[in-house]
């Protein structure tokens, strides 16, 4: 059953969405957003029967989708609600941004990558997400010229925490991001900001592909 397409397939879909109800996803909104996002648009035409498996899979660039599970648990550990501007950097294959733009007012998406930036946008267009931007660029960077954001998450491990994305966060602003060495075990590690301060609470532990410095040189 879980092979089926998604939306060929009720007991498939219920079963994805039970599986993330048991892995503890108990935030409502987030669960409706990861229902109504179609991840086997987002997935290579290869791995289709695989979109409602838990699993990462390859994109271009050898890049990756994460499993739902890790998207599901990022949405809802960012606590993101209507009302809110939203950064994500590494859009990849744009499924993360899709279920954002579910849950805030506008999503800005940052990738180095201009094939994966240009695929995603398509993508997110064509589909009907229309409140969300992508950007090629080098998320290191933030977007200052569309700053602050409510909200941040990063979808690719930093070293360190990068300052401009510190600084493009509004009062009372989460940075979520995965946070360790290249190649290791990392944690998502999430900021509040608070009068000027960080506050930082160690969530679980993940496997990231690096954050990596500057626009991509290939395409
Ligand atoms: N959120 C994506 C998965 C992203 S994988 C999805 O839902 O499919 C991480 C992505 O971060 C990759 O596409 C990678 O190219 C991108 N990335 C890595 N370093 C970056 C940087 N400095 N700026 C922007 N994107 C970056």
């Known amino acids: 059953m879980s092979k089926q397409p998604h939306d060929a397939d009720g007991v498939g879909r219920m079963q994805f969405l039970l599986d ?11 669960l409706r957003a990861l229902d109504e996002v179609p991840r086997e648009h987002f997935v290579d035409a290869r791995f289709v029967d695989a979109a409602y498996a838990d699993q990462a899979l390859p994109i271009a660039c050898g890049q990756t989708i994460s499993q739902p599970y890790m ?17 994500e950097i590494g859009t990849g294959s744009g499924y993360q941004a899709a279920v954002l733009s579910r849950l805030a007012r506008e999503v800005v998406s940052v990738e180095r990558y201009r094939t994966l930036a240009d695929t995603a946008r398509l993508r997110l267009t064509t589909l009907g997400y229309h409140n969300v931007d992508v950007i090629v660029g080098d998320g ?20 360190a925490i990068p ?6 966060l509004a009062e009372g602003g989460i940075l979520l991001l995965p946070l360790g060495p290249h190649g290791g075990t990392q944690l ?23 954050l990596l410095r500057g626009q991509a040189r290939e395409l």
């Open 20 to 30: 993330l109800r048991r892995r503890g996803i108990a935030d409502l909104a987030v």
């Open 71 to 87: 998207v599901a648990y990022m949405t809802e550990q960012l606590r993101v609600r209507p009302e809110h501007r939203v950064l």
């Open 140 to 159: 290191f960077a933030g977007v200052p010229d569309r700053a602050p954001f409510d909200r941040i998450i990063v979808t690719a491990a930093a070293e």
């Open 163 to 168: 300052d401009a994305l510190v600084a493009q």
């Open 188 to 210: 998502l590690v999430r900021l509040t900001k608070t009068a000027g301060t960080l506050e930082r609470e160690d969530l679980i532990a993940v496997r990231f592909v690096p």
